[in-house]
Protein backbone atom coordinates (compact mmCIF):
# COMPACT_ATOMS: atom_id res chain seq x y z
CA UNK A 1 0.00 0.00 0.00
CA UNK A 2 1.38 3.16 -0.94
CA UNK A 3 0.92 6.61 1.14
CA UNK A 4 1.28 9.87 -0.38
CA UNK A 5 3.56 12.04 2.43
CA UNK A 6 -0.07 14.26 3.28
CA UNK A 7 -2.38 11.15 3.92
CA UNK A 8 0.48 9.67 5.99
CA UNK A 9 0.68 12.51 8.08
CA UNK A 10 -2.87 12.65 8.70
CA UNK A 11 -3.15 8.76 9.37
CA UNK A 12 -0.19 9.48 12.24
CA UNK A 13 -1.35 12.41 13.45
CA UNK A 14 -5.35 10.73 13.69
CA UNK A 15 -3.57 7.83 15.82
CA UNK A 16 -1.40 9.74 18.02
CA UNK A 17 -4.86 11.38 18.61
CA UNK A 18 -6.92 8.23 19.60
CA UNK A 19 -3.93 6.81 21.34
CA UNK A 20 -4.46 9.61 23.66
CA UNK A 21 -8.06 9.30 23.82
CA UNK A 22 -7.91 5.63 24.86
CA UNK A 23 -5.52 6.82 27.46
CA UNK A 24 -7.54 9.16 29.37
CA UNK A 25 -9.99 6.47 28.78
CA UNK A 26 -7.75 4.33 30.91
CA UNK A 27 -7.35 1.43 27.90
CA UNK A 28 -3.31 1.03 28.15
CA UNK A 29 -2.75 -1.78 25.29
CA UNK A 30 -5.15 0.40 22.75
CA UNK A 31 -3.14 3.25 23.52
CA UNK A 32 0.24 1.32 22.96
CA UNK A 33 -1.30 -0.66 19.86
CA UNK A 34 -2.02 2.68 18.12
CA UNK A 35 1.31 4.57 19.35
CA UNK A 36 3.01 1.50 17.47
CA UNK A 37 1.03 1.94 14.54
CA UNK A 38 1.99 5.47 14.21
CA UNK A 39 5.47 4.55 14.47
CA UNK A 40 4.95 2.02 11.78
CA UNK A 41 3.56 4.62 9.54
CA UNK A 42 6.09 7.26 10.44
CA UNK A 43 8.65 4.77 9.18
CA UNK A 44 7.55 2.41 6.91
CA UNK A 45 9.27 4.92 4.09
CA UNK A 46 12.65 3.96 5.23
CA UNK A 47 11.67 0.23 6.29
CA UNK A 48 11.25 0.37 2.32
CA UNK A 49 14.96 1.58 1.36
CA UNK A 50 16.05 -0.66 3.83
CA UNK A 51 14.66 -3.91 2.23
CA UNK A 52 15.75 -2.54 -1.29
CA UNK A 53 19.45 -1.24 -0.12
CA UNK A 54 20.10 -3.45 3.25
CA UNK A 55 23.85 -1.78 3.57
CA UNK A 56 21.76 1.83 4.31
CA UNK A 57 21.33 0.17 7.39
CA UNK A 58 25.03 0.69 8.45
CA UNK A 59 24.66 4.68 7.77
CA UNK A 60 21.67 4.67 9.97
CA UNK A 61 23.81 2.53 12.69
CA UNK A 62 26.67 5.11 12.63
CA UNK A 63 24.01 7.81 12.51
CA UNK A 64 22.46 6.20 15.89
CA UNK A 65 25.65 5.51 17.66
CA UNK A 66 27.72 9.12 16.73
CA UNK A 67 25.60 11.63 16.27
CA UNK A 68 27.45 14.88 17.91
CA UNK A 69 24.49 16.89 18.40
CA UNK A 70 23.07 14.32 21.04
CA UNK A 71 19.60 15.64 21.05
CA UNK A 72 16.13 14.85 19.36
CA UNK A 73 17.77 14.30 16.69
CA UNK A 74 20.36 11.36 17.63
CA UNK A 75 17.08 9.92 19.89
CA UNK A 76 14.99 9.56 16.44
CA UNK A 77 17.46 7.90 14.86
CA UNK A 78 18.18 5.37 17.53
CA UNK A 79 14.70 4.95 17.65
CA UNK A 80 14.38 4.03 14.08
CA UNK A 81 17.75 1.87 14.55
CA UNK A 82 16.04 -0.38 16.80
CA UNK A 83 12.92 -0.61 15.01
CA UNK A 84 14.30 -1.65 12.12
CA UNK A 85 16.20 -3.99 13.32
CA UNK A 86 13.46 -5.35 15.63
CA UNK A 87 11.39 -5.57 11.98
CA UNK A 88 13.47 -6.68 9.33
CA UNK A 89 16.02 -8.52 11.42
CA UNK A 90 19.40 -6.81 10.19
CA UNK A 91 22.52 -6.86 11.50
CA UNK A 92 24.10 -3.59 11.45
CA UNK A 93 27.71 -5.03 11.12
CA UNK A 94 28.91 -4.97 7.67
Not at 21 to 34: C, P, Q
Not at 67 to 94: C, I, R, S
Amino acid sequence: MYLDIDERQGLISVSLEQARVAEKSGDKEGAKALRENAKRLRFSVVEEEVKKNPQFIHQIAIEAMADPQEGPHQEFTLLLFKYLQENLDLDANP
